[in-house]
């Protein structure tokens, strides 16, 4: 029996560390823990809720837009503001454009170093690795001399001797699997992507003024104003700028990320069988279609509970509680009403340095929300299992066509592997879909509707005394909820349980495994001093972990409470 | 290893890029420091002749937003280069290596190379809880930072967090957050990138000054660099004309703020916030937030998450204030006005640090170093 840590796990946002015991080969126990605490819902409290967006966004830079989004709409929820459908528009597109470039960073940047070996590319032919290329795609740069090139770049950056970030990595490990000119293509790849998330996410400045840190939020709607004939607006020129970034989007999406995800799928198909974790799924949905006040949603919510495609159950908000029996925060000795409601931080782990955690007692910052009292898995995965589930036409062909590529069922989902094909063809669903957004917004200008903000709501003079409200998002990471509570125009209290939550949580007060926690479970390690395997199925869920830690409530049942008057 | 000499040069002429691209990208370097465009040929003979010193990046209480921005460094074609310049032997979000295989590599940097090190600092440092909020491999942020920093030849705070603070330490700082400069007392060296987050052209541009001049560039009294951060956002803002002509936006999405008008009545802190955003925008140039419709949020100021907010309240408005004012007077109206608002935060005192430079003669807090950041060729 060996014991694993593996801190800091890198490539990957915020601070997390995994301990697990290994013996025969496999992952026997494993514990997560997130290790960084900043307490941003308490310098929330007495400030401005139309501010908030501007804090909450900064739970996290990679996903640099969802906390901005669930913040406006909850507030917007507890006053009753009603952003015009221009904003609903604009917002679409920002958390479309924002799931599209964090899944081709994930996968290039993140997550591909676990499966490609770069010191291997050294040796790959590059006449194969072009016919290879041009097997699998049509993607233009696939010639032989730009492998050749690509690979005289690599053989030069190490015969420098400095290898920078990728040094004392795992390369040779025997869990590697490709042959050395899908390696070479992968390391091409993994640069053209650098540009292209660079290139892309100009849309970003286009809709926001800049990225990270969007800013162009507003409660009641956007800041952007739409106009076609004015210039220091969003008008035809930005349609035309838009559409001209989304479609070089679609070009690399379907040209090189799905089909490199099929192709090194293809050397890794027993990691389908590996990383299930505990098979229960939830989404909240995302973008809304109309302007109603349910809308009808192109991604829809719904729970899958035992991987039971057959049956989505609906959503109830009000079957969310947290446990904090293994979290660094005083244990609720009874509910709290949100309006008192205050969890307090308080650090009980080992002084640092320390070599390992008290597992046995409490071992995290994040805290361990459960559904109905069972963990859920949220993200791209549960997203694109309850749209397959819920009849949605096109995740089922997209899904089905990768399964037949690969030449596997439906239960492959179910895995790491599952993880990595669902976060592409959610990718290749929303290239295909944003367009439809952009033609939204020249329609709407055509129209003569340029209203991008409910302004009867701007002043805190027009909201109740006192309001709850809640927004939901579908990040790009999973499902994502803000409450706030609004007392006399200011923030009374606020709350987030955040998809990193849902994902990365310690065990709860019945001691159910969190899902990392379950998903590490049997998953092969042959050489625990080099625990890639356990890399690969933690990556899979594409951790974040600055957006999970939160200073909630205990035992919140006014979770759901939403405003409605 | 052998000689790096010229190694970029060979790298230019592998991919391409010719000597005449790579004088055009530094007059642009030139051009963002108000250097003569001559000194386009020196930057360049300078590039070319380096070798690639070490660069750590430490990730503390931050949000990674900083390392997202220097993603998006878009210096046209050469950015790569510049990226290369550099190795980058340490840094949590894009690294291969996990565990203590990274932590090995961090060791291996300060144990082998003391004082030959850059530091880039992103998140601030919590002293709270005896080191327990934020932990990277068992040691606290705070042990990390005092030993790696250090030891560095310099260190760059990059963001506001890493700066002064930032999000952790606003009201009422529950982890008892700080920046850098008061978390390691007396670093060597220390340029503040503030910003939420930095601006990649301002940190690139930073990092190729120090390579081609083997020295930092001269900083402001919050110790950033002049370049970056010597005018206010008003200063340069392409709204100017409309705050002088007294056209303001009165409500979102009116013929104003469709029209471009001033964003001074919706909030905007460009008066009174240092930063060179409407000069270079974002994302390569492509918009700015107040080009996008909404107000500067200061967020390059020490303690903006307290002093700025209420974001949509408007600066305190001044006696002449209007169309009829000429420009100098309304922003020194303007100035004073705010100043004296502000006074009992404290934020006058910070506005006259930020704006007095190190000609004055009054060292900038913190500088130890024999080099001194800041001082003249």
Not at chain 1, 125 to 146: C, F, G, M, N, V
Not at chain 2, 61 to 71: H, I, K, P
């Amino acid at each position: 029996m060996s014991h694993v840590v593996v801190d800091p796990v890198t490539r990957i946002e915020g601070h997390l560390r995994i301990e697990a015991e290994v013996d025969g080969g496999q992952v026997q126990e494993a514990w997560s823990s997130s290790t960084m605490f900043r307490g941003i819902e308490i310098i929330l409290k007495g400030r401005d809720p139309r501010d908030a967006w501007a804090f909450t966004q900064r739970i996290c830079g990679v996903c640099t837009t969802v906390h901005a989004i669930a913040s406006v709409r909850s507030v917007e929820n507890a006053i009753g503001a009603k952003p015009p459908p221009n904003a609903r528009v604009l917002r679409n597109l920002i958390m479309a454009s924002q799931c599209i470039q964090d899944h081709v960073i994930h996968f290039y940047h993140l997550h591909a170093l676990d499966w490609v070996d770069v010191v291997s590319a050294l040796k790959a032919d590059p006449e194969k690795t072009s016919a290879l290329a041009q097997s699998i795609s049509d993607w233009p740069l696939s010639s032989t001399r730009y492998f050749a090139g690509v690979k005289t770049r690599l053989k030069d950056f190490v015969d420098r001797g400095q290898l920078g970030p990728f040094a004392n990595a795992y390369w040779g490990h025997p869990a590697y699997k490709l042959p050395p000119e899908a390696n070479l293509m992968a390391v091409a790849h993994y640069l053209e992507a650098l540009d292209w998330q660079r290139e892309f996410i100009k849309i970003h400045a286009v809709l926001g003024g800049k990225n990270p840190h969007l800013q162009s939020f507003l409660v009641g709607g956007m800041a952007t104003p739409v106009d076609p004939d004015r210039q220091a607006s969003l008008n035809m020129g930005s349609v035309a700028r838009m559409k001209e970034l989304t479609a070089r989007a679609r070009e690399f999406v379907s040209k090189v990320y799905l089909p490199d995800v099929l192709a090194v799928a293809s050397f890794y198909k027993d990691w389908a069988g590996v990383g299930g974790g505990v098979g229960n799924y939830m989404v909240y949905g995302e973008y809304p279609e109309t302007d109603d006040d349910k809308p009808p949603l192109f991604l829809p919510s719904g729970v899958i509970r035992n991987k039971n495609l057959g049956k989505v159950e609906p959503l109830d908000p009000a079957k969310i509680t947290e446990s904090v029996k293994h979290s660094w925060y005083e244990d609720g000795a009874k509910p709290l009403h949100p309006r008192e409601g205050e969890t307090r931080p308080r650090y009980t782990g080992p002084k640092p340095p320390y070599e390992r955690l008290e597992t046995a007692a409490k071992y995290s910052w994040l805290k361990s929300p459960r559904y109905d009292g069972e963990p859920m898995e949220v993200g791209p995965l549960s997203r694109m299992l309850v749209a397959y589930g819920s009849g949605h036409k096109r995740v089922q062909e997209l899904v089905g066509t990768v399964l037949k590529s690969l030449g596997v069922g439906p239960e492959a989902l179910f895995s790491t592997l599952g993880r990595i094909a669902a976060r592409c063809v959610e990718t290749v669903l929303l290239t295909e879909k944003i367009d439809t957004w952009v033609d939204a917004l020249a329609a709407n200008m055509e129209k003569g509707d340029l209203r991008i903000h409910d302004t009867g709501k701007w002043d805190p003079s027009s909201w109740p005394k006192e309001a709850y409200g809640a927004g939901f998002h579908e990040a790009p990471r999973g499902a994502l909820g803000h409450w706030v509570h609004i007392k006399d125009g200011v923030i009374a209290n606020y709350q987030c349980i955040v998809p990193s939550t849902w994902n990365a949580g310690p065990r709860d007060g019945s001691e159910k495994r969190g899902p990392y926690e379950a998903a590490l479970l049997k998953t092969p390690v042959a050489d625990p001093k080099q625990p890639l395997e356990i890399l690969r199925t933690v990556h899979s869920f594409d951790p974040c972990m600055a957006c999970g830690v939160h200073v909630v409530d205990v035992e919140r049942r006014e979770l759901a409470r939403v405003r409605t008057g | 290893m052998g000689s790096r000499e010229g190694w970029l040069a060979e790298e230019l002429r592998r991919r391409g890029i010719s000597r005449r691209e790579l004088l055009y990208f530094c007059a642009g370097v030139a051009g963002a420091f108000g250097l003569p465009a001559s000194a386009a040929a020196q930057i360049a003979n300078a590039l070319t002749r380096a070798k690639k010193p070490i660069l750590v990046w430490l990730e503390f209480q931050d949000c990674a937003g900083n390392t997202e921005s220097f993603l998006r460094s878009s210096a046209p074609s050469v950015a790569e280069v510049v990226l290369d310049l550099l190795s980058v032997d340490y840094h949590e979000t894009i690294m291969a290596a996990a565990g203590f295989q990274a932590e090995d590599a961090l060791k291996g940097v300060v144990k082998n190379s003391p004082g030959q090190f850059i530091a880039i600092v992103e998140g601030s440092i919590p002293t709270g809880a005896d080191g327990g909020y934020c932990t990277i491999g068992g040691r606290s942020a705070l042990d990390i930072a005092r030993d790696v920093c250090g030891k560095a030849a310099a260190t760059i705070a990059v963001g506001t967090c890493a700066t002064y603070g930032g999000l952790p330490a606003a009201a009422p700082n529950p982890t008892g957050a700080l920046g850098v400069a008061d978390a390691v007392p007396g670093v060597k060296n220390l340029i503040n990138l503030s910003a939420c987050p930095a601006n990649a052209a301002n940190l690139t541009s930073l990092l190729v000054y120090y390579l081609t001049y083997k020295r930092w560039p001269p900083l402001d009294g919050f110790r950033r660099p002049l370049f970056a951060y010597g005018k206010t956002i008003h200063d340069n803002c392409e709204r100017r004309a409309h705050f002088d002509a007294g056209q303001y936006v009165e409500v979102w999405g009116d013929d104003a703020h469709r029209s471009g008008a001033c964003l001074y009545k919706m909030g905007c802190k460009g008066p009174v916030t240092y930063q060179n955003c409407p000069t270079i925008g974002w994302n390569d140039g492509t918009n700015w937030p107040i080009g996008c419709g909404h107000p500067c949020i200061g967020c390059a100021e020490p303690d903006f998450w307290d002093k700025m907010t209420p974001f949509y309240k408007h600066l305190p408005a001044t006696p002449g204030f209007g169309a009829a004012s000429s420009v100098d007077t309304v922003g020194a109206w303007l100035t004073v006005g705010t100043a004296a608002a502000f006074a009992g935060h404290g934020v006058l005192k910070r506005i006259q640090h930020a704006r007095r430079k190190p000609e004055d003669g009054s060292a900038p807090p913190g500088d130890t170093g024999a080099t001194r950041p800041g001082g003249q060729p």
